[in-house]
């Protein structure tokens, strides 16, 4: 394989730093079809254009865009409750598939003794149940930053330089890797090498151009890192 001149920069990565959701779990629908049915339930239809606003926030931030859209009326605790309930049902049940090229990557980047990070917007405990229901084993991963650790959540750029804090590495000799909007404006707006992977839905310009590379799969990454 032939490496472009650009493409270089993305071997030359001293870390790297991953999203969960929607970039190295296949969450999204979970969540999805959770809050969606936990909304639907309570009179509050969500349909899929504002759904899509609210991936690769912190739950207090898709929270907060909740009541904006609907109202003070909306009823959150017991909507909260629901999909909380809806979720766990469904990762218990169905387990959650990781996405495709991940663990090829992760070994990969161990073998190159090259640290990982993991810079989520969920919290600790979705975390966890995540990972678990998952079949992914936390210790794979030098740092994991949950959504509570940082300040602001996605699209500000405070997760993602927490984890470059906790790595000990230079924001801008880490490759960043999100599948959302938010997540690549985060990663960019720190300084990263900020690598697209989309999900359910496709990139906005915005996105697209803050991006270092919009590609189509972890095996893409992986390509890149080692030709």
């Known amino acids: 394989m032939t490496v472009r001149l650009a493409d270089a920069v ?3 990565a001293d870390a790297v730093v991953l999203d969960m959701d929607g970039l190295m779990l296949d969450t999204e629908c979970l969540y999805k079809r959770a809050w969606q049915k936990a909304a639907s339930n309570l009179g509050f ?10 991936i690769g926030r912190t739950n207090d931030a898709q929270e907060i865009a909740l009541v904006e ?4 009326d909306f009823p959150m605790p017991a909507f909260r409750e629901q999909w909380a309930n809806l979720w766990r049902q469904d990762a218990e049940t169905s387990g959650i598939p990781l996405k495709p090229g991940l663990l090829e990557l992760l070994g990969y ?31 794979m991963f030098a ?10 959540s996605k699209p500000a750029p405070d997760i993602y330089l927490e984890a470059a804090r906790r790595l000990g ?3 801008a000799r880490c490759l ?10 985060s990663a960019s707006g ?9 999900d359910l839905i496709p990139p906005s310009p915005a996105a697209r151009q803050r991006a270092f590379r919009v590609l189509a799969s972890l095996y893409e990454v992986l390509s890149l890192m080692n030709p």
């Not at 859209?69 to 003070?72: D, E, I, L, Q, T």
């Open 69 to 72: 859209h609907f109202g003070a």
């Open 143 to 152: 740092h994991i930053v949950t959504g509570e650790q940082g300040a602001n």
């Open 169 to 171: 590495v230079n924001p």
């Open 109 to 139: 980047l161990a073998a190159q003794n090259i640290p990982v990070a993991v810079a989520t917007s969920s919290d600790r405990e979705y975390v966890g149940l995540s990972f678990k229901a998952a079949g992914l084993d936390t210790r």
């Open 190 to 198: 720190a300084g990263m090498i900020s690598v697209l992977v989309p």
């Open 45 to 54: 239809p969500l349909d899929d254009s504002f759904y899509f606003t609210l």
């Open 10 to 12: 993305i071997l030359d």
């Open 176 to 185: 960043a890797l999100d599948d959302s909007d938010a997540g690549i404006l």
